[in-house]
């Protein structure tokens, strides 16, 4: 079962690159990457919201609402932010570059993340073999940077 999950989220790792080209795309089209990013949203936003009609999902409540922790609000920030990087940074270091860089970054904060058991999260301790994958990332956005 886990294989099945890496595989679905190699697949879905896949989808960042076709992500940063057409928002690159729509923000030539536009003449403006934040527009174009706000667009990203707006499109993604309503595919979201077909899929909560297609499977019945019910809105939520206001205690549910009020349930969400503080933190989680930033969520849509984080996002709306990496998708406003990838317009701006894609055409200027190449889709390659700057996926590589950025996967180094989620690395890096992951690796923490898991390893202290901040955002609520199981704590995973950070292994050798974790640190050595996380340098090996390193010494791969070196080699991309460079070759």
């Given at each position: ?37 706000l667009f990203n949203f707006l499109i993604g936003s309503i595919a979201l919201g077909a899929v909560c009609v297609a499977l019945r999902t019910p809105l939520p409540t206001s205690g549910r609402l009020a349930a969400i922790p503080w933190p989680a ?75």
């Amino acid at each position: 079962m886990q294989l099945l999950l890496v595989v679905v989220a190699v697949l879905a790792g896949a989808l960042l690159p076709i992500q940063a080209g057409v928002n690159t795309q729509a923000a030539k089209a536009l003449q403006s990457g934040t527009q174009a990013s706000l667009f990203n949203f707006l499109i993604g936003s309503i595919a979201l919201g077909a899929v909560c009609v297609a499977l019945r999902t019910p809105l939520p409540t206001s205690g549910r609402l009020a349930a969400i922790p503080w933190p989680a609000y930033f969520g849509g920030v984080i996002g709306a932010a990496f998708v406003a990087a990838a317009v701006f940074l894609s055409p200027r270091l190449g889709v390659l570059l700057f996926l590589a860089a950025a996967i180094l970054g989620q690395m890096i904060a992951s690796i923490c993340i898991d390893h202290f058991g901040w955002l609520g999260l199981d704590a995973r301790i950070a292994t050798p073999g974790k640190i050595i994958g996380v340098a090996l990332v390193l010494v791969g956005v070196g080699c991309v940077t460079r070759f």
